[in-house]
DNA sequence: TCCGAATTTGACCATCCGGTCGATAAAACA
DNA sequence: TGTTTTATCGACCGGATGGTCAAATTCGGA
Protein backbone atom coordinates (compact mmCIF):
# COMPACT_ATOMS: atom_id res chain seq x y z
CA UNK A 1 0.00 0.00 0.00
CA UNK A 2 1.40 3.50 -1.00
CA UNK A 3 -0.77 5.66 0.60
CA UNK A 4 -0.07 5.03 4.56
CA UNK A 5 -3.47 7.48 5.46
CA UNK A 6 -5.63 5.63 3.78
CA UNK A 7 -5.03 2.36 6.07
CA UNK A 8 -7.57 1.24 8.16
CA UNK A 9 -5.23 -0.23 11.07
CA UNK A 10 -2.38 2.10 11.52
CA UNK A 11 0.95 0.93 13.02
CA UNK A 12 2.74 3.09 15.64
CA UNK A 13 4.79 4.44 13.54
CA UNK A 14 1.35 6.30 11.35
CA UNK A 15 0.14 7.20 14.78
CA UNK A 16 3.16 8.70 15.91
CA UNK A 17 3.99 10.32 12.46
CA UNK A 18 0.80 11.63 11.37
CA UNK A 19 0.33 13.54 15.45
CA UNK A 20 3.61 14.89 14.33
CA UNK A 21 3.07 16.08 10.88
CA UNK A 22 -0.68 18.17 11.84
CA UNK A 23 0.97 19.41 15.08
CA UNK A 24 4.09 21.09 12.96
CA UNK A 25 1.32 21.75 10.59
CA UNK A 26 -0.68 23.67 13.00
CA UNK A 27 2.62 26.00 13.84
CA UNK A 28 3.71 26.54 10.52
CA UNK A 29 0.20 27.11 8.77
CA UNK A 30 -0.81 29.38 11.68
CA UNK A 31 2.16 31.72 11.85
CA UNK A 32 2.75 31.55 7.84
CA UNK A 33 -0.58 31.36 6.12
CA UNK A 34 -1.70 28.21 3.68
CA UNK A 35 -0.02 29.97 1.25
CA UNK A 36 2.90 30.82 2.49
CA UNK A 37 3.74 27.92 4.38
CA UNK A 38 6.08 25.19 2.55
CA UNK A 39 5.57 21.69 2.68
CA UNK A 40 10.20 21.75 3.62
CA UNK A 41 9.32 23.98 7.05
CA UNK A 42 6.24 21.43 7.93
CA UNK A 43 8.16 18.67 7.27
CA UNK A 44 11.77 19.63 8.96
CA UNK A 45 9.91 20.86 12.57
CA UNK A 46 7.97 17.44 12.36
CA UNK A 47 11.31 16.19 12.02
CA UNK A 48 11.33 14.43 8.63
CA UNK A 49 11.74 14.95 5.20
CA UNK A 50 9.35 16.15 2.48
CA UNK A 51 9.09 13.32 0.56
CA UNK A 52 8.40 11.33 4.02
CA UNK A 53 5.80 13.25 4.88
CA UNK A 54 3.88 13.13 1.27
CA UNK A 55 4.10 9.37 2.59
CA UNK A 56 1.71 10.09 5.30
CA UNK A 57 -0.32 12.96 3.61
CA UNK A 58 -0.97 13.46 -0.35
CA UNK A 59 -0.52 16.56 -0.69
CA UNK A 60 -0.26 19.54 1.17
CA UNK A 61 -4.05 20.07 0.97
CA UNK A 62 -4.97 17.36 2.44
CA UNK A 63 -2.75 18.26 5.82
CA UNK A 64 -4.46 21.26 6.09
CA UNK A 65 -8.19 20.15 5.30
CA UNK A 66 -7.46 17.20 8.43
CA UNK A 67 -6.01 20.02 10.66
CA UNK A 68 -9.11 22.05 10.46
CA UNK A 69 -11.46 19.02 10.36
CA UNK A 70 -9.85 18.21 13.73
CA UNK A 71 -9.63 21.53 15.16
CA UNK A 72 -13.28 22.39 14.61
CA UNK A 73 -14.34 19.78 16.93
CA UNK A 74 -12.25 21.44 19.84
CA UNK A 75 -13.10 24.58 18.38
CA UNK A 76 -16.71 24.27 19.40
CA UNK A 77 -16.84 22.34 22.52
CA UNK A 78 -16.93 25.57 25.00
CA UNK A 79 -20.07 26.23 22.66
CA UNK A 80 -21.42 22.69 23.13
CA UNK A 81 -21.25 23.37 26.58
CA UNK A 82 -23.71 26.25 27.04
CA UNK A 83 -26.69 24.17 29.32
CA UNK A 84 -29.96 25.24 28.69
CA UNK A 85 -30.79 24.19 31.92
CA UNK A 86 -28.68 26.69 34.01
CA UNK A 87 -28.89 29.91 34.93
CA UNK A 88 -28.87 32.37 31.43
CA UNK A 89 -26.48 34.76 32.92
CA UNK A 90 -24.00 31.98 34.87
CA UNK A 91 -24.34 30.29 31.47
CA UNK A 92 -23.51 32.89 28.38
CA UNK A 93 -20.59 34.46 31.47
CA UNK A 94 -19.04 30.88 31.67
CA UNK A 95 -19.35 30.58 27.69
CA UNK A 96 -17.13 33.90 27.21
CA UNK A 97 -14.55 32.60 29.86
CA UNK A 98 -13.87 29.72 28.17
CA UNK A 99 -13.36 31.03 25.05
CA UNK A 100 -11.31 33.66 26.16
CA UNK A 101 -9.38 31.24 27.62
CA UNK A 102 -9.32 29.37 24.35
CA UNK A 103 -8.03 32.08 22.80
CA UNK A 104 -5.39 32.58 25.14
CA UNK A 105 -4.25 28.88 25.25
CA UNK A 106 -4.76 27.93 21.57
CA UNK A 107 -3.80 31.05 19.79
CA UNK A 108 -2.60 29.10 16.78
CA UNK A 109 -5.73 26.82 16.59
CA UNK A 110 -7.71 30.51 16.42
CA UNK A 111 -5.10 32.12 14.24
CA UNK A 112 -5.38 28.64 11.78
CA UNK A 113 -9.63 29.50 11.51
CA UNK A 114 -9.36 33.02 10.97
CA UNK A 115 -6.56 32.90 8.27
CA UNK A 116 -9.17 30.41 6.66
CA UNK A 117 -11.89 32.09 6.62
CA UNK A 118 -10.44 35.17 5.79
CA UNK A 119 -9.77 33.86 2.53
CA UNK A 120 -13.59 33.00 1.93
CA UNK A 121 -13.24 29.47 4.17
CA UNK A 122 -12.96 27.32 0.84
CA UNK A 123 -11.19 24.29 2.31
CA UNK A 124 -14.19 24.19 5.05
CA UNK A 125 -16.92 25.62 3.43
CA UNK A 126 -19.34 22.35 3.99
CA UNK A 127 -18.52 22.08 7.27
CA UNK A 128 -19.50 25.85 7.99
CA UNK A 129 -22.74 25.38 6.63
CA UNK A 130 -23.12 21.74 8.47
CA UNK A 131 -21.87 20.45 11.63
CA UNK A 132 -21.39 24.80 12.58
CA UNK A 133 -24.35 26.08 11.58
CA UNK A 134 -25.97 22.90 13.08
CA UNK A 135 -24.87 23.96 16.53
CA UNK A 136 -25.39 27.89 16.30
CA UNK A 137 -29.00 26.98 15.16
CA UNK A 138 -29.53 24.49 18.55
CA UNK A 139 -27.93 26.82 20.84
CA UNK A 140 -29.58 30.37 19.42
CA UNK A 141 -32.43 28.13 20.20
CA UNK A 142 -31.97 27.93 23.81
CA UNK A 143 -30.79 31.61 23.78
CA UNK A 144 -33.94 32.46 22.54
CA UNK A 145 -35.93 30.83 24.78
CA UNK A 146 -33.99 32.35 27.22
CA UNK A 147 -34.74 35.63 26.00
CA UNK A 148 -38.90 35.17 25.78
CA UNK A 149 -38.93 34.29 29.03
CA UNK A 150 -37.27 37.48 30.04
CA UNK A 151 -34.43 35.92 31.78
CA UNK A 152 -32.29 37.80 29.53
CA UNK A 153 -32.57 41.01 27.18
CA UNK A 154 -34.35 40.38 23.95
CA UNK A 155 -31.52 40.00 21.54
CA UNK A 156 -30.84 37.84 18.37
CA UNK A 157 -29.12 34.76 19.60
CA UNK A 158 -27.37 34.38 16.70
CA UNK A 159 -25.45 37.98 16.58
CA UNK A 160 -24.81 36.60 20.28
CA UNK A 161 -22.61 34.25 20.18
CA UNK A 162 -20.95 35.90 16.39
CA UNK A 163 -20.57 38.44 18.68
CA UNK A 164 -18.59 36.40 21.77
CA UNK A 165 -16.74 35.00 18.91
CA UNK A 166 -15.46 38.23 17.69
CA UNK A 167 -14.87 39.72 21.00
CA UNK A 168 -12.81 36.80 22.15
CA UNK A 169 -10.94 34.96 19.46
CA UNK A 170 -9.92 38.97 18.72
CA UNK A 171 -7.11 38.76 21.48
CA UNK A 172 -6.20 36.05 19.68
CA UNK A 173 -5.86 36.91 16.13
CA UNK A 174 -5.11 40.37 16.55
CA UNK A 175 -2.45 39.77 19.20
CA UNK A 176 0.42 41.53 17.00
CA UNK A 177 -2.12 44.76 17.45
CA UNK A 178 -2.84 44.65 20.79
CA UNK A 179 1.05 43.73 22.01
CA UNK A 180 1.56 47.10 19.89
CA UNK A 181 -1.64 48.93 22.03
CA UNK A 182 -1.08 47.57 25.49
CA UNK A 183 2.29 45.76 25.55
CA UNK A 184 3.52 42.66 25.55
CA UNK A 185 2.08 41.35 29.19
CA UNK A 186 -0.54 38.98 27.90
CA UNK A 187 -1.67 37.63 30.97
CA UNK A 188 -2.43 41.36 32.43
CA UNK A 189 -4.72 41.90 29.51
CA UNK A 190 -6.00 39.04 29.54
CA UNK A 191 -7.61 39.24 33.03
CA UNK A 192 -8.28 43.19 32.05
CA UNK A 193 -10.10 41.69 28.62
CA UNK A 194 -12.13 38.95 31.04
CA UNK A 195 -13.20 41.87 33.29
CA UNK A 196 -14.28 43.96 30.76
CA UNK A 197 -15.98 41.43 28.68
CA UNK A 198 -17.62 39.85 31.84
CA UNK A 199 -19.35 43.53 32.89
CA UNK A 200 -20.08 44.38 29.39
CA UNK A 201 -22.31 41.47 28.67
CA UNK A 202 -23.76 41.14 32.14
CA UNK A 203 -24.93 44.28 31.80
CA UNK A 204 -25.90 44.32 28.03
CA UNK A 205 -27.97 41.31 28.55
CA UNK A 206 -29.72 41.97 32.02
CA UNK A 207 -33.19 41.70 31.34
CA UNK A 208 -34.91 45.39 31.23
CA UNK A 209 -37.13 44.54 34.27
CA UNK A 210 -34.73 43.54 36.86
CA UNK A 211 -31.35 44.63 37.45
CA UNK A 212 -28.70 42.87 37.33
CA UNK A 213 -27.63 41.67 40.53
CA UNK B 1 15.17 58.75 -13.94
CA UNK B 2 14.38 54.76 -13.20
CA UNK B 3 12.32 54.73 -10.45
CA UNK B 4 9.13 56.81 -11.35
CA UNK B 5 7.59 56.00 -8.10
CA UNK B 6 10.26 58.22 -6.16
CA UNK B 7 10.00 61.65 -8.28
CA UNK B 8 9.39 64.42 -6.66
CA UNK B 9 6.76 65.91 -9.34
CA UNK B 10 4.96 62.90 -10.36
CA UNK B 11 3.63 63.71 -14.25
CA UNK B 12 -0.18 62.54 -14.78
CA UNK B 13 0.41 59.18 -16.01
CA UNK B 14 2.54 58.40 -12.84
CA UNK B 15 -0.67 59.09 -10.78
CA UNK B 16 -2.43 57.47 -12.23
CA UNK B 17 -0.88 54.27 -13.12
CA UNK B 18 0.01 54.17 -9.41
CA UNK B 19 -3.68 54.84 -8.52
CA UNK B 20 -4.61 51.71 -10.35
CA UNK B 21 -2.18 49.54 -9.54
CA UNK B 22 -3.16 50.18 -5.81
CA UNK B 23 -6.51 49.85 -6.46
CA UNK B 24 -6.01 46.39 -8.22
CA UNK B 25 -3.47 45.68 -5.47
CA UNK B 26 -6.05 46.18 -2.86
CA UNK B 27 -8.39 43.88 -5.06
CA UNK B 28 -6.09 40.82 -4.72
CA UNK B 29 -4.42 41.33 -2.38
CA UNK B 30 -7.12 41.23 0.03
CA UNK B 31 -8.85 38.43 -1.89
CA UNK B 32 -5.91 36.08 -1.83
CA UNK B 33 -3.10 37.72 0.64
CA UNK B 34 0.22 38.52 0.36
CA UNK B 35 1.70 35.31 -0.51
CA UNK B 36 -1.31 34.13 -2.36
CA UNK B 37 -1.22 37.46 -4.83
CA UNK B 38 0.95 37.34 -7.52
CA UNK B 39 1.93 40.28 -9.58
CA UNK B 40 0.89 39.07 -13.06
CA UNK B 41 -2.45 38.99 -11.62
CA UNK B 42 -2.56 42.55 -9.99
CA UNK B 43 -0.77 43.84 -13.31
CA UNK B 44 -3.63 42.31 -15.12
CA UNK B 45 -6.24 43.84 -13.13
CA UNK B 46 -4.58 47.22 -13.24
CA UNK B 47 -4.51 46.62 -16.91
CA UNK B 48 -0.67 46.28 -17.56
CA UNK B 49 2.35 44.20 -17.88
CA UNK B 50 4.05 43.03 -14.97
CA UNK B 51 7.33 44.36 -15.41
CA UNK B 52 5.14 47.86 -16.18
CA UNK B 53 4.26 47.83 -12.79
CA UNK B 54 7.65 47.25 -11.55
CA UNK B 55 7.94 50.51 -12.90
CA UNK B 56 6.34 51.89 -10.46
CA UNK B 57 7.10 49.97 -7.52
CA UNK B 58 10.63 48.72 -6.71
CA UNK B 59 9.10 45.17 -5.75
CA UNK B 60 5.68 43.49 -3.92
CA UNK B 61 6.51 44.60 -0.72
CA UNK B 62 6.54 48.02 -2.06
CA UNK B 63 3.15 47.87 -3.30
CA UNK B 64 1.80 46.20 -0.04
CA UNK B 65 3.56 48.38 2.21
CA UNK B 66 2.54 51.79 0.68
CA UNK B 67 -1.45 50.43 0.23
CA UNK B 68 -0.94 49.91 4.13
CA UNK B 69 0.35 52.79 5.00
CA UNK B 70 -2.34 54.83 2.68
CA UNK B 71 -5.33 52.91 4.41
CA UNK B 72 -4.31 53.39 8.18
CA UNK B 73 -5.34 56.95 7.84
CA UNK B 74 -8.83 56.38 6.24
CA UNK B 75 -9.47 53.14 8.51
CA UNK B 76 -8.58 55.39 11.97
CA UNK B 77 -11.24 58.15 10.72
CA UNK B 78 -13.93 56.88 12.90
CA UNK B 79 -12.16 56.81 16.16
CA UNK B 80 -10.77 60.48 15.26
CA UNK B 81 -14.52 61.74 14.91
CA UNK B 82 -14.58 60.93 18.46
CA UNK B 83 -15.23 64.14 20.32
CA UNK B 84 -14.83 64.95 23.92
CA UNK B 85 -17.45 67.52 23.78
CA UNK B 86 -20.22 65.28 22.92
CA UNK B 87 -22.49 62.80 24.81
CA UNK B 88 -20.82 59.79 25.76
CA UNK B 89 -23.46 57.48 25.22
CA UNK B 90 -24.08 58.85 21.46
CA UNK B 91 -20.71 59.39 20.68
CA UNK B 92 -19.78 56.03 21.55
CA UNK B 93 -23.00 54.35 19.72
CA UNK B 94 -22.05 56.32 16.67
CA UNK B 95 -18.43 55.32 16.60
CA UNK B 96 -19.65 51.57 16.31
CA UNK B 97 -22.13 53.28 13.72
CA UNK B 98 -19.43 54.22 11.66
CA UNK B 99 -17.08 51.71 11.75
CA UNK B 100 -19.92 49.05 11.39
CA UNK B 101 -20.30 51.09 8.14
CA UNK B 102 -16.53 50.87 6.97
CA UNK B 103 -16.77 46.96 8.06
CA UNK B 104 -20.13 46.87 5.20
CA UNK B 105 -18.39 49.47 2.55
CA UNK B 106 -14.90 48.56 2.87
CA UNK B 107 -14.49 44.91 3.66
CA UNK B 108 -11.21 44.77 1.52
CA UNK B 109 -9.37 47.28 3.41
CA UNK B 110 -10.51 45.65 6.65
CA UNK B 111 -9.25 42.03 5.03
CA UNK B 112 -5.92 43.49 4.05
CA UNK B 113 -5.58 44.69 7.87
CA UNK B 114 -6.46 41.75 9.17
CA UNK B 115 -4.31 39.66 6.78
CA UNK B 116 -1.58 41.50 8.16
CA UNK B 117 -2.23 41.68 11.81
CA UNK B 118 -3.00 37.83 11.79
CA UNK B 119 1.05 37.32 10.01
CA UNK B 120 1.91 39.43 13.39
CA UNK B 121 2.48 43.05 11.27
CA UNK B 122 5.20 42.35 9.56
CA UNK B 123 4.99 44.89 7.02
CA UNK B 124 3.58 47.95 9.63
CA UNK B 125 4.63 47.02 12.97
CA UNK B 126 6.16 50.51 13.18
CA UNK B 127 2.81 52.06 12.06
CA UNK B 128 0.24 50.12 14.81
CA UNK B 129 3.01 51.16 17.66
CA UNK B 130 3.63 54.94 16.14
CA UNK B 131 0.22 57.17 15.07
CA UNK B 132 -2.31 54.05 16.14
CA UNK B 133 -1.46 53.57 19.54
CA UNK B 134 -1.43 57.83 19.85
CA UNK B 135 -4.81 58.59 18.58
CA UNK B 136 -6.01 55.31 20.71
CA UNK B 137 -4.41 56.34 24.02
CA UNK B 138 -5.63 59.91 23.14
CA UNK B 139 -9.31 58.60 23.05
CA UNK B 140 -9.04 56.63 25.54
CA UNK B 141 -7.99 59.11 28.24
CA UNK B 142 -11.61 60.64 27.19
CA UNK B 143 -13.50 57.65 27.23
CA UNK B 144 -11.44 57.29 31.04
CA UNK B 145 -12.59 60.69 31.93
CA UNK B 146 -16.49 59.97 30.50
CA UNK B 147 -15.79 56.81 33.12
CA UNK B 148 -14.31 58.81 35.87
CA UNK B 149 -17.09 61.60 36.08
CA UNK B 150 -19.72 58.92 35.82
CA UNK B 151 -21.34 59.27 32.46
CA UNK B 152 -20.97 55.61 31.44
CA UNK B 153 -19.82 52.81 33.37
CA UNK B 154 -16.61 52.74 35.09
CA UNK B 155 -14.84 50.16 32.25
CA UNK B 156 -11.16 50.32 31.00
CA UNK B 157 -11.24 52.52 27.68
CA UNK B 158 -8.74 50.81 25.76
CA UNK B 159 -10.52 47.13 25.97
CA UNK B 160 -13.56 49.51 24.91
CA UNK B 161 -11.93 50.42 21.49
CA UNK B 162 -10.58 47.50 21.36
CA UNK B 163 -13.59 45.49 21.58
CA UNK B 164 -15.49 47.64 19.68
CA UNK B 165 -13.39 46.85 16.25
CA UNK B 166 -13.11 43.12 16.83
CA UNK B 167 -16.88 43.22 17.26
CA UNK B 168 -17.29 45.38 14.00
CA UNK B 169 -14.87 44.70 11.45
CA UNK B 170 -15.76 40.98 12.74
CA UNK B 171 -18.52 41.17 9.90
CA UNK B 172 -16.04 41.69 6.81
CA UNK B 173 -13.47 39.60 8.21
CA UNK B 174 -15.44 36.79 8.88
CA UNK B 175 -18.12 37.48 5.93
CA UNK B 176 -17.75 33.62 4.87
CA UNK B 177 -18.42 32.19 8.14
CA UNK B 178 -21.39 34.83 8.78
CA UNK B 179 -22.93 33.75 5.17
CA UNK B 180 -22.79 29.76 6.31
CA UNK B 181 -24.79 30.82 9.04
CA UNK B 182 -27.04 33.42 8.35
CA UNK B 183 -27.05 33.51 4.58
CA UNK B 184 -26.20 35.53 2.16
CA UNK B 185 -28.35 38.43 2.77
CA UNK B 186 -25.83 40.80 3.60
CA UNK B 187 -27.91 44.46 4.15
CA UNK B 188 -30.22 42.44 6.78
CA UNK B 189 -27.62 41.01 8.70
CA UNK B 190 -25.89 44.27 8.85
CA UNK B 191 -29.29 46.08 9.80
CA UNK B 192 -29.78 43.32 12.23
CA UNK B 193 -25.89 43.34 13.76
CA UNK B 194 -26.44 47.41 14.44
CA UNK B 195 -29.45 46.87 16.19
CA UNK B 196 -27.96 44.43 18.40
CA UNK B 197 -24.34 46.26 18.95
CA UNK B 198 -26.57 49.33 19.28
CA UNK B 199 -28.48 47.71 22.15
CA UNK B 200 -25.68 45.63 23.69
CA UNK B 201 -23.30 48.68 23.58
CA UNK B 202 -25.96 51.19 25.27
CA UNK B 203 -26.97 48.74 28.42
CA UNK B 204 -23.65 47.78 28.65
CA UNK B 205 -22.10 51.16 29.05
CA UNK B 206 -24.90 52.96 31.15
CA UNK B 207 -23.45 54.19 34.04
CA UNK B 208 -24.63 52.26 37.17
CA UNK B 209 -26.66 55.13 38.87
CA UNK B 210 -28.65 56.17 36.03
CA UNK B 211 -31.06 53.79 33.80
CA UNK B 212 -30.13 54.53 30.14
CA UNK B 213 -32.80 56.62 28.20
C1' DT C 1 7.88 69.18 -35.68
C1' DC C 2 11.66 67.54 -33.15
C1' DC C 3 14.14 65.61 -29.28
C1' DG C 4 15.06 63.97 -24.85
C1' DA C 5 12.65 61.94 -21.13
C1' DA C 6 9.21 58.87 -19.69
C1' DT C 7 6.72 54.69 -20.51
C1' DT C 8 5.88 49.98 -22.07
C1' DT C 9 6.81 45.22 -22.96
C1' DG C 10 8.64 40.63 -24.76
C1' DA C 11 12.05 37.67 -23.56
C1' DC C 12 14.57 35.98 -20.13
C1' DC C 13 16.65 34.47 -15.50
C1' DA C 14 17.00 32.39 -10.94
C1' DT C 15 14.71 30.59 -7.36
C1' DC C 16 11.22 28.40 -4.90
C1' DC C 17 8.10 24.82 -4.26
C1' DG C 18 4.73 20.98 -4.58
C1' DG C 19 5.10 16.63 -5.93
C1' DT C 20 7.32 12.06 -8.09
C1' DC C 21 10.44 8.09 -8.36
C1' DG C 22 13.51 4.62 -7.46
C1' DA C 23 16.54 2.81 -4.37
C1' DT C 24 17.61 1.81 0.41
C1' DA C 25 16.83 0.95 5.24
C1' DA C 26 14.06 -0.43 8.98
C1' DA C 27 10.11 -3.02 11.02
C1' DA C 28 7.14 -6.68 11.44
C1' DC C 29 6.25 -11.21 11.17
C1' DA C 30 6.70 -16.15 10.37
C1' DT D 1 16.88 -16.10 10.28
C1' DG D 2 14.48 -15.09 6.00
C1' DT D 3 11.00 -12.64 3.85
C1' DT D 4 7.50 -9.43 3.22
C1' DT D 5 5.73 -5.09 4.31
C1' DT D 6 6.50 -0.45 5.81
C1' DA D 7 9.17 3.64 6.20
C1' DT D 8 12.72 6.99 4.60
C1' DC D 9 15.07 10.02 1.60
C1' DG D 10 18.36 11.92 -2.18
C1' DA D 11 17.76 13.37 -6.55
C1' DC D 12 14.97 15.16 -9.73
C1' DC D 13 10.96 17.42 -12.48
C1' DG D 14 7.91 21.04 -14.05
C1' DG D 15 5.46 24.93 -13.31
C1' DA D 16 4.88 29.24 -10.97
C1' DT D 17 6.71 33.58 -9.71
C1' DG D 18 9.44 37.78 -8.39
C1' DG D 19 12.36 40.43 -10.70
C1' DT D 20 15.78 42.17 -14.78
C1' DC D 21 17.05 44.15 -19.15
C1' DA D 22 17.41 46.03 -23.48
C1' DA D 23 14.87 47.49 -27.09
C1' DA D 24 10.84 49.85 -28.77
C1' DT D 25 7.16 53.18 -28.28
C1' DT D 26 4.89 57.19 -26.54
C1' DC D 27 4.70 61.60 -24.32
C1' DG D 28 5.50 66.44 -23.50
C1' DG D 29 7.64 70.60 -23.90
C1' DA D 30 10.41 73.90 -26.87
New interface residues.
Given amino acids: MTRAASRQNPTRIQREKTEAILAAALEVFS ?6 ATLDQIAETAGLSKPNLLYYFASKEDVHRMLLERLLDTWLEPLRQLDAAGDPGEEIGAYIRRKLEMARDYPRES ?1 LF ?2 E ?5 PHI ?1 DL ?2 GP ?2 AL ?1 DEKAAIIAGWAAQGRI ?1 P ?2 P ?3 I ?2 I ?3 TQ ?1 HA ?2 A ?3 D ?3 GPDDSRRFR ?2 E ?3 A ?3 D ?4 PPDHPQG
Avoid: N
Avoid at 117 to 121: E, K, V
Avoid at 203 to 206: P, W
Fill in positions: TMGFRGRAGILRGAALALKVAVDRHLVTWAVHDFAQLALFEARFLGLFRGLA
